[in-house]
């Protein structure tokens, strides 16, 4: 049994969408970016619509040519696009914090 059947084993639909929604790469890393180099609190929505969206196309995409980093199948439509564009609000706004942050120490410009 591989290592995710084994953790996840005993997940419920909706954690597992949550789960792969808020780990998905893409929404990580646009989510994150687009946080960053937003220099205004309400930019965070459209990141987070853009993140989410933008993962949940390159996923389908990549579904179509059988390539997955998570297995589970898609069997909610379009729970995936909302769940994703949750999580790349929240990613957003931690790429958003750590911006803040990251320019607060020192004498670093704002990005």
Do not use: C, N
């Not at 954690?15 to 990580?28: H, K, Q, R």
């Amino acid at each position: 049994m591989p290592l995710y059947e084994a953790l996840y084993e005993g997940l419920k639909p909706f954690t597992w969408l949550i789960l792969e929604a808020f780990f998905d790469p893409f929404v990580v890393g646009i989510g994150l970016f687009m946080g960053w180099k937003a220099d205004q609190f309400g930019k965070l929505i459209l990141a987070g619509l853009a993140a989410g969206l933008a993962g949940t196309a390159v996923t389908f995409i990549l579904r179509m040519f059988d390539i997955s980093w998570f297995e589970g199948g898609y069997l909610f439509g379009g729970a995936h696009a909302l769940f994703r564009i949750f999580a790349g609000f929240g990613w957003s706004v931690l790429g958003f914090t750590a911006a803040r942050i990251y320019a607060t120490r020192g004498t670093h410009q704002s990005p």
